[in-house]
Every structure is written in C-alpha cells, then in structure tokens.
C-alpha cells in the first residue's frame, strides 16, 4: 500500500509539490517539538512556513499567551537546528475536544422536592420562584 501511495503523490507535479511541503511541515514540527518546553508540547503545532515566517497553532489563549512570549527564544533556537524562522505568529486554533457525555441528571427526592416548593412559596413573584415551583413538580 504504502508503495502504491507514494506513486500517486508523484504522479503529477502539484501533488509532488503538496508532497513536499507536507513532508517540510513534518520535519519542522519534529524539529518545533525538540525547542518548545514539555508543558506545551500538547497544545501547539506547527501550521506554516511561509518565507521565514512559522504560523503555529495553540489549543487556547493560555498556551499562545505563552508561545507569543517566547517567540524569539524559539525562533532563535530554530535557527540553531537549521530552520530558516526569523518571524513566529501565533494563532488561537481550538482543535477537536474529546466527547464527553452530558452528565447524567439525578432526580430529585420526594424530601428534595418538598423542600424546594417550601422554599418557592416563601419567595416574592419572580423567575426564580417560577423555575423553583417548576422543578419541585418534576418527576
């Protein structure tokens, strides 16, 4: 299979570009991986080079806080591995959260409810009062 792939990817010349590229993003995400600090490792990745500028990509305003202040440092760095960078920019790009099922609502005992309705009637005319009323009645 893998033979077969490779033969598709340089059956034209656009693909053989697109290749390429690819295969210069991977080394420069390797070489991304060996400069930026543990603790950040995760939640970044390399999106572009475009003449000597790297575009990196940060899970949230946290981490790109963080890479935002170390631009030089990494880039000074890059440069050392013989990564032509001169310019970091970085860009908030929330990826893919895991799923994570809604929790599971627990019903209410009979005491809860009770209590709830007791605490509803002593409120003044208010949405509060209403949503409480509404939630004593559920089953």
């Known amino acids: 299979m893998p033979h077969r792939l490779n033969d598709f990817l340089t059956s ?3 693909l053989r570009q697109l290749a390429h590229k690819a295969q210069q993003l991977i080394a420069l995400q390797r070489q991304f991986e060996h400069v930026v600090p543990p603790s950040l490792k995760r939640g970044c990745r390399v999106m572009q080079l475009d003449r000597q500028t790297l575009t990196l990509a940060a899970d949230n305003g946290a981490i790109a806080a963080k890479l ?19 310019v970091i920019q970085v860009q908030v790009q929330v990826g893919n959260l895991p799923y994570a099922p809604p929790p599971k609502a627990h019903p209410l005992s009979a005491t809860g409810k009770h209590q ?22 559920r089953n």
Not at 68 to 86: I, N, P
Not at 119 to 125: G, M, N, Q, R, Y
């Open 68 to 86: 935002r202040q170390m631009t030089t440092e990494l880039a000074s760095k890059l440069r050392e591995r013989g990564c032509e960078v001169t």
């Open 12 to 14: 034209s010349r656009e």
């Open 116 to 137: 709830l309705a007791e605490f509803a009637e002593k409120l003044a005319d208010s949405p509060l009062k209403e949503a409480l009323s509404r939630l004593a009645k």
